[in-house]
Each structure stands twice: as structure tokens, then as C-alpha cells.
């Protein structure tokens, strides 16, 4: 017969390990509790309440967190690129006290899809502004690779990612900029569509695929670059079909695709999916999305079509793409909590026009590591338990 000293010891573990299902803990107290205090007989028990505290935890938690855009507002204005003379437009956060409310955004580089202009992705570029990024969008001319001799077309390439970082420089230090000391020149988000997110993921895979036209060298990724979300994007040698190993090193990539794109096809997104070696990563498939679901129009004018009709919305499209994008690189960049947990947990289940593939990088702080720690502290508590027990009987 247990003794009351024996039973109030199981109280207060049972108690400790159900606080730490929504407050963590650290992992030698968890250890400490599971070891010192509690026998074999209750541990199947504690395991299942304290992993239903964590399921009611997590609802009430998610239940509380905001998703939507951090600023009402967004606004814009051109520049020029003094690096390449690339013409850019600007968009970011307009909250009234802008210069006086101690502000500092990141930069997101949108790389844009081949011969389409920087003006079609003004939505899209405006609502990823307004959760709290400064996007910068190139025109960026060169002349097509399988043609020297041809006029300069729209056509990404990695040497903007250097050229925009160094005008982001100038922008946060030149009196007359809207931007002027507000921009986090240390931290850069890439974005991209087609073309361009494929630019962008031989960027973050740190190689300069000349074969590919994605690359001029030399190029080396740049220590600002922290994650990268891309639309309608894969890295495949399009003669050979390979499709190129992503040694990302832990910079956050995401893949978001139309269900119905036929450009991009949803088998080559999956396929590069699975060659970005290190999480966190995110496939994000966009349900009645087709090649051109991120620009303001269907079939930009200059733009190779789709033959493929969207059948989601426009406007919802664009919406729902922007918010995937900017909540992925908030959640990587920022460690914003309710991000993380859009991204990693709720999204899917939030937005009924996404199904979402996602690996992020484990965190032993959060709820569920606490959690682990506190179940590996009982198995290790059993496993003794048995091991002793085991030899009583030899």
C-alpha cells in the first residue's frame, strides 16, 4: 500500500510534468522528476495526461496567436541599382510612426520569372511588405543566353543578390530614402517566381550553375542570406532532367506551387523538395493555381503562357501566396512564434486552398521538446525499474 508521502510525491511529478506540457522546462529537471519520483506503475499514466495537456495546450495556444499581416499599409517607390542600373521598385510597411517607431525590416529580394516585368507582381510584392518586409523588385536586363547577339531580355541572376544588399546600404543611409534607417541590411529573404526562384535556390544551394544561365562567376552566398520562398520554382538541368543536390546548410527553403501549373510542373517541385538536404523546408501546393498564380495578371504580356486556366480566384491566389511566403520567411528569419506555427502546425488545416509537406528543425525549448524530454526521462525510469527488477529475479 502506497503511503501518503509516496502518493503526494506522484502528485507533485504528475503535476510538474503537466505545467511543463505548457510551460518547458529544463531537460535534467524533466529527468530528475521522471527518475526520483515516480514508479513504473504510473508512468503509462502520466505519459497519456500530460500528451493530452499538450494537445489542449497547443489548441488554446494556436487559438491565440495572429497570423494576419503585422501593417495595414504598404507603400512603394523606384530606385535605381547603382551596382547594375538595374531600374527596382520598393515596397514596404507604412505605419504612421514609421520614422520614429524604431522599426527594422529585413529585405526580401524578389527575383522574377524570365521576360516577366517587375510591375506584375505589385500585389504580391505589396502584402508580403506589409507583414514586415522591405521587397525589393528588379528589372534586371541581359541579353538570352542562346542568343549573345540578341536584345537584352528580363532574365534573373544571381549577382543581384550582392548588388541589392549593397543598395539596401545606401537606401537605409541616405537622408532623402522613405526607407532611411528602418531596413535590417543583415538579414535577406529571397523570393522568386520560375526562373527566378531557380536563380534563387542555386543562390541558397551556394553554386553558380553557368550551365544552367543562372550564374555569372564568381558568386559566393552571401552570409545575409537566411531563407528563400519561391512560386512555380524547381533546379533541374532541363537537357539532362537532373535535378540539382540543394546543399542548403540550414537556410530555409520553401516551395509553394500551383496544383494546376503548367510550366512548373508539380512532379519537378517535389522532386527538388527532396534534394534540399537540411530542414527547415516547406512544399506548400497551391489548389487551382496555374504558372502566373503570383503575378497581377494571367499570361503577363511578353510572358511565355500557361495553357493551363486558374480556377482559384485571382485575388485570393495572390493573397494566399503572399501569406505562405511571408509567413515562411518570418518563421525562419524573425523565430516569430505564430509563424512557426502557421508554417509548421495550423496553416494547412487554416487555409482550405493549400496542402502542405513541411520539416522543420527540431526545437528542445518548445512545448514538444519539453514534452520528449519528459517521456524520455520516463523510459529511462522504466527501463531501470526493469533492469533491476530483472536482476532481483535471477
Given at each position: 500500500?502506497?503511503?501518503?508521502f509516496?502518493?503526494?510525491?506522484?502528485?507533485?511529478?504528475?503535476?510538474?510534468?503537466?505545467?511543463?506540457?505548457?510551460?518547458?522546462?529544463?531537460p535534467?529537471?524533466?529527468?530528475?522528476?521522471?527518475?526520483?519520483f515516480?514508479?513504473?506503475?504510473?508512468?503509462?499514466?502520466?505519459?497519456?495526461?500530460?500528451a493530452?495537456?499538450?494537445?489542449?495546450?497547443?489548441?488554446?495556444?494556436?487559438a491565440?496567436?495572429d497570423?494576419?499581416?503585422?501593417?495595414?499599409?504598404?507603400?512603394?517607390?523606384?530606385?535605381?541599382i547603382?551596382?547594375?542600373n538595374d531600374?527596382?521598385?520598393?515596397?514596404?510597411?507604412?505605419?504612421?510612426?514609421?520614422?520614429?517607431?524604431?522599426?527594422?525590416?529585413?529585405?526580401a529580394l524578389?527575383?522574377?520569372?524570365?521576360?516577366?516585368?517587375k510591375?506584375?507582381?505589385?500585389?504580391?510584392a505589396?502584402?508580403?511588405?506589409?507583414?514586415?518586409?522591405?521587397?525589393?523588385?528588379?528589372?534586371?536586363?541581359r541579353?538570352?543566353?542562346i542568343?549573345?547577339?540578341?536584345?537584352?531580355?528580363?532574365?534573373s541572376?544571381?549577382?543581384?543578390?550582392?548588388?541589392?544588399?549593397?543598395q539596401m546600404?545606401?537606401?537605409?543611409?541616405?537622408?532623402?530614402?522613405?526607407?532611411?534607417s528602418v531596413?535590417?541590411?543583415?538579414?535577406?529573404?529571397?523570393?522568386g517566381?520560375?526562373f527566378?526562384?531557380?536563380?534563387?535556390?542555386?543562390?541558397i544551394?551556394?553554386?553558380?550553375?553557368?550551365?544552367?544561365?543562372l550564374?555569372?562567376?564568381?558568386?559566393?552566398?552571401?552570409?545575409?542570406?537566411?531563407?528563400?520562398?519561391?512560386?512555380?520554382?524547381?533546379?533541374?538541368?532541363?537537357?539532362?532532367?537532373?535535378?540539382?543536390?540543394?546543399?542548403?546548410?540550414?537556410?530555409?527553403?520553401?516551395?509553394?506551387?500551383?496544383?494546376?501549373?503548367?510550366?512548373?510542373l508539380?512532379?519537378?517541385?517535389?522532386?527538388?523538395?527532396?534534394r534540399?538536404?537540411?530542414?527547415?523546408?516547406?512544399?506548400?501546393?497551391?489548389?487551382?493555381?496555374?504558372?502566373?498564380?503570383i503575378t497581377?495578371?494571367?499570361?503577363?504580356?511578353?510572358?511565355?503562357?500557361?495553357?493551363?486556366?486558374?480556377t482559384?480566384?485571382r485575388?485570393?491566389?495572390?493573397e494566399?501566396?503572399?501569406?505562405?511566403?511571408a509567413?515562411?520567411?518570418?518563421?525562419?528569419?524573425l523565430?516569430?512564434p505564430?509563424?512557426?506555427d502557421?508554417?509548421?502546425?495550423?496553416g494547412?488545416?487554416?487555409?482550405?486552398n493549400?496542402?502542405?509537406?513541411?520539416?522543420?528543425v527540431?526545437?528542445?525549448?518548445?512545448?514538444?521538446?519539453?514534452?520528449m524530454?519528459?517521456?524520455?526521462?520516463?523510459g529511462?525510469?522504466?527501463?531501470?525499474?526493469?533492469?533491476?527488477?530483472?536482476?532481483?529475479?535471477i
Amino acid at each position: 500500500m502506497k503511503t501518503r508521502f509516496q502518493f503526494n510525491k506522484q502528485l507533485t511529478a504528475l503535476a510538474l510534468l503537466t505545467v511543463a506540457s505548457v510551460r518547458p522546462l529544463k531537460p535534467e529537471l524533466m529527468m530528475n522528476i521522471s527518475a526520483h519520483f515516480l514508479s513504473a506503475k504510473t508512468i503509462a499514466i502520466i505519459c497519456a495526461i500530460t500528451a493530452l495537456a499538450v494537445t489542449l495546450g497547443s489548441k488554446a495556444y494556436a487559438a491565440t496567436l495572429d497570423y494576419s499581416p503585422q501593417f495595414k499599409e504598404a507603400e512603394s517607390y523606384s530606385t535605381t541599382i547603382s551596382a547594375n542600373n538595374d531600374l527596382a521598385d520598393i515596397y514596404y510597411p507604412k505605419p504612421s510612426n514609421l520614422q520614429s517607431g524604431k522599426y527594422s525590416f529585413p529585405i526580401a529580394l524578389l527575383l522574377q520569372g524570365a521576360l516577366v516585368d517587375k510591375s506584375f507582381y505589385s500585389d504580391y510584392a505589396s502584402l508580403v511588405a506589409r507583414y514586415g518586409f522591405v521587397v525589393v523588385v528588379p528589372n534586371h536586363f541581359r541579353s538570352l543566353p542562346i542568343n549573345a547577339t540578341s536584345p537584352p531580355s528580363l532574365l534573373s541572376e544571381t549577382s543581384q543578390i550582392g548588388a541589392v544588399l549593397s543598395q539596401m546600404a545606401i537606401e537605409n543611409t541616405k537622408p532623402t530614402s522613405p526607407i532611411a534607417s528602418v531596413v535590417d541590411t543583415q538579414r535577406l529573404g529571397l523570393l522568386g517566381h520560375s526562373f527566378g526562384g531557380a536563380v534563387g535556390l542555386s543562390a541558397i544551394a551556394n553554386k553558380c550553375l553557368t550551365e544552367l544561365f543562372l550564374c555569372r562567376e564568381p558568386f559566393t552566398r552571401p552570409k545575409e542570406l537566411l531563407a528563400g520562398a519561391f512560386f512555380g520554382a524547381n533546379l533541374r538541368n532541363p537537357i539532362t532532367n537532373e535535378f540539382v543536390p540543394i546543399a542548403n546548410d540550414g537556410i530555409a527553403v520553401a516551395l509553394i506551387q500551383g496544383d494546376i501549373d503548367g510550366v512548373a510542373l508539380r512532379d519537378r517541385a517535389q522532386s527538388t523538395f527532396d534534394r534540399i538536404q537540411t530542414p527547415p523546408k516547406a512544399l506548400i501546393s497551391v489548389k487551382g493555381a496555374n504558372h502566373f498564380g503570383i503575378t497581377d495578371v494571367n499570361h503577363p504580356a511578353g510572358a511565355n503562357p500557361d495553357r493551363n486556366t486558374p480556377t482559384l480566384d485571382r485575388a485570393v491566389g495572390i493573397e494566399t501566396i503572399a501569406r505562405w511566403s511571408a509567413l515562411f520567411l518570418r518563421a525562419n528569419m524573425l523565430e516569430d512564434p505564430a509563424a512557426y506555427d502557421y508554417i509548421y502546425s495550423q496553416g494547412d488545416t487554416l487555409d482550405p486552398n493549400v496542402s502542405v509537406t513541411s520539416v522543420a528543425v527540431p526545437e528542445p525549448s518548445s512545448l514538444a521538446g519539453a514534452v520528449m524530454f519528459g517521456i524520455l526521462g520516463l523510459g529511462y525510469r522504466w527501463r531501470k525499474w526493469k533492469v533491476g527488477n530483472n536482476a532481483t529475479k535471477i
